[in-house]
């Protein structure tokens, strides 16, 4: 699977995350719809970890990190000392590395 992430003010769409299959079809929109978690104001950066979960660097209004879990409804899970957060990354270890763009370093995360 790969996420690809549509900003939406350059689009004229809602931002969002959409979920691809190998075949390029959209089996999930992530960040439109609050029943389903978070709504996203600016979604950047992107990974996929192992099972099936999607986190998504937010450098919108609220500066956080979301993850929206492979079946069910997401939630943040950094939500604090970000400034326009917009690259992430999973390190084998269980870590989550974190770009954050306004204060001009790199933050890890535990993740798992």
Known sequence: MVAVSERGSETGREPCVKVLEPGWNTVRVLGVCSGMGPVLACPWGLCIDGDGNVL???????????LYPAQGVGWPIISQGLSSPRGLALLPEGHL????????????????
């Open 56 to 66: 998504v660097a937010d450098w919108g209004e609220q500066h956080k990190v979301v």
């Open 97 to 112: 590395v974190v770009s954050d763009s306004m204060h001009h370093c790199i933050k890890i995360y535990q993740y798992k």
